[in-house]
């Protein structure tokens, strides 16, 4: 193991041992390389850096208490990516290779999976870019795929908390039919001003109502959303969200534990009726809501200080199967 304060580290970059690349040339994916260099070196007409031809994933590999360092569903990653690929015209990554290279990847750096008992992980970003010089607005013919990963500290520093967020009006994240389905760059860009303000006023983070009529609950920010009342787990349905691979196995674990499960179009108004609500991703699994403040109408959901039960129950139980202490019935762990 390596000399790294696993107690105190942040949600920022730490320099790994090595990184995997695989190049797409010719119509094509290379052979997968590995590499100590943190630096691309691509060419300044490179579509990702003109026209947004930028992927990315997030998911995490967990040290164990039984010594294994485990995964969490990566072949969903690498259906999402390969979803992502369509959606900007990039060449798909196959499962298999994007597996491999995860894998890799997290053995290589195995040294910087951080301990148990720290609550940290290794968080590993895969990310696909177009590398072919293009001015014209159209696809290129060559990308690159690189993985590489990174110690994060656990997302609860003090244990499971509450937090709470601003609806803020003025801002959407991503159109209705537009990219708001795929894990690309621009949607973060798109986001970076409302995340800015939320942060500044004080709330975990920005949240987004639908944006065509403002009538509908979107997501948080970079999480998605849930609701929770009379045993019954809610979730949004819409164009824009972006898949989360974390709400999709607690709507399972949901079903599991008794609950019932909903996916469909929320009104804000039954934002009122909910006696839980959480927002849902790899980085916290649950962050429970506390309050949700419509900022522009003057309007507050008020979630409670504490977690709730059914939230709980569902952090607890999600996070014993990723750190393999509660049976993996759905096969969903991978070891590396
Ligand atoms: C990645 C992401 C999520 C969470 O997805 P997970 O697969 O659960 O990590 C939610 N919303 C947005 C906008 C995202 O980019």
Not at 113 to 118: A, I
Not at 137 to 146: D, I, M, Q, S
Request: charged share 25%; with cysteine; aromatic share 12%.
């Amino acid at each position: 193991m390596k000399k790294i304060d696993w107690e105190n580290l942040p949600f920022g970059y730490l320099r790994t041992d090595y990184n995997v690349r695989c190049y797409y040339r010719n119509g094509k994916w290379g052979e997968i390389e590995v590499t100590t260099d943190e630096t691309l070196n691509i060419h300044m007409a490179a579509t990702c850096l003109h026209y947004g031809q930028e992927a990315f994933e997030g998911m995490k590999a967990y040290r164990c208490p039984d010594g294994k360092i485990r995964l969490f569903r990566p072949e969903e990653n690498a259906k999402r990516l390969q979803s992502t690929c369509r959606g900007i015209m990039m060449p798909e990554v196959p499962t298999d290779l994007f597996i491999e290279m995860v894998k890799k990847v997290v053995r290589l750096n195995q040294e910087f999976v951080p301990t148990y008992e720290s609550g940290a992980t290794l968080y590993i970003r895969p990310l696909l870019i177009g590398t072919g010089a293009q001015v014209g607005v159209k696809p290129t013919n060559e990308y690159l795929f690189v993985i590489f990963g990174t110690p994060v500290g656990p997302y609860f520093k003090g244990g499971f908390a509450s937090n709470p967020y601003a609806i803020m009006r003025q801002f959407d994240r991503a159109a209705p039919l537009g990219t708001g389905t795929y894990k690309v760059g621009g949607n973060y860009a798109a986001s970076l001003r409302a995340n800015h303000l939320a942060h500044e006023k004080g709330y975990a983070s920005e949240f987004y109502l639908d944006c065509k009529e403002k009538k509908y609950v979107d997501e948080c920010g970079a999480a998605n959303f849930f609701g929770i009342k009379n045993d019954t787990y809610i979730t949004p349905k819409s164009t824009s969200i972006l898949p989360s691979i974390t709400n999709k196995s607690l709507m399972q674990i949901a079903e599991d534990l008794g609950m019932k499960v909903e996916c469909r179009p929320v009104p804000e108004e039954e934002l009122a009726t909910f006696e839980e609500a959480g927002a849902c991703g790899t980085a916290a699994v649950i962050s429970p809501i506390s309050r949700l403040d419509d900022l522009d109408e003057g309007k507050s959901y008020d979630f409670g200080e504490k977690p709730g039960p059914w939230s709980t129950k569902l952090y607890e139980t999600l996070r014993g199967i990723q750190y393999g202490t509660i049976e993996d019935k759905h096969g969903w762990t991978m070891e590396v």
